[in-house]
């Protein structure tokens, strides 16, 4: 069974500040997504991650993915207030099915 | 392109009552995923279809949820009696294999929810 687990689940930072949050998958698979949920709203999709190796950039965010060590980085750059959410990375599961991690609530204070 | 739509928003109601949720999904789109997500357990997978037909209902939690998909534009989510313990936010994506919008295959796009309380 594919199990997927974000770590850390908080992170309180300030602006400026440099950080990344890990995901790990216990099964191969080659595809992998993060998504951005901000309070009482819906899951939006950031990066979609297609192959070993494979790095996504957007502003002060960059995911990349390792398939060999089953790990996914979203690395935060310069952090600013409006980047506060909270993130989840998901797995092909297979069968169209994704598995998602638990999420990482990330604060940034000024 | 209007999204995944689900309705209601909210939803309070009370222990015993039975509950309906609605979701049409992208048009096109031909998977279809109801999710349910709590502070305890997280989002969970509870059902999905492909062209109309149920897929894997492994996550739905018991007997009193059932869900449906009658045609390609239309789904529901049903409580039957409903309990405290099913207050969650309810969501349903749909994705397209092969969608030429995605950035690739199996990228889901989620609705806006559905918050319910039961009492």
């Known amino acids: 069974e594919l199990k997927v687990e974000q770590n850390p689940l908080f992170l309180s930072m300030q602006e400026g500040k440099n950080y990344t949050i890990y995901c790990n998958y216990s099964t191969t698979s080659d595809r992998l997504y993060w998504y951005r949920q901000d309070p009482g709203k819906s899951l939006e999709s950031l990066f979609v991650?297609?192959?070993?190796?494979a790095v996504k950039q957007e502003g002060r965010l960059m995911a990349s993915l390792d398939t060999k060590a089953r790990l996914s980085t979203l690395h935060i750059t310069a952090a600013v207030h409006d980047l506060s959410a909270t993130y989840f990375c998901?797995?092909?599961?297979?069968?169209?099915?994704?598995?998602f991690g638990q999420g990482t609530r990330l604060t940034i204070n000024p | 392109d209007a999204g995944v739509i689900q309705s209601p928003r909210h939803e309070v109601t009370e222990m015993g009552q039975e509950v309906t949720l609605r979701c049409k999904p992208i048009s096109g789109h031909d998977y279809l995923f109801w999710y349910r997500q709590t502070m305890m357990r997280g989002l969970e997978l509870l059902i999905y279809f492909n062209n109309n037909v149920p897929i894997d209902d492994s996550g739905m939690p018991e007997d009193r949820f059932s869900a449906k998909m009658p045609n390609a534009s239309f789904s529901t989510l049903k409580i039957q009696p409903s309990e405290p313990r099913d207050s969650a936010v309810y969501f349903c994506?749909?994705?397209?294999?092969?969608?030429?919008?995605?950035?690739?295959?199996?990228?889901?796009?989620f609705g806006p929810g559905t918050r319910l309380t039961v009492l």
């Open positions: 998901a797995v092909d599961g297979g069968a169209q099915k994704l598995v």
């Open positions: 994506a749909s994705s397209l294999w092969g969608d030429p919008r995605a950035r690739a295959y199996n990228e889901q796009f």
């Open positions: 991650l297609l192959s070993n190796g």
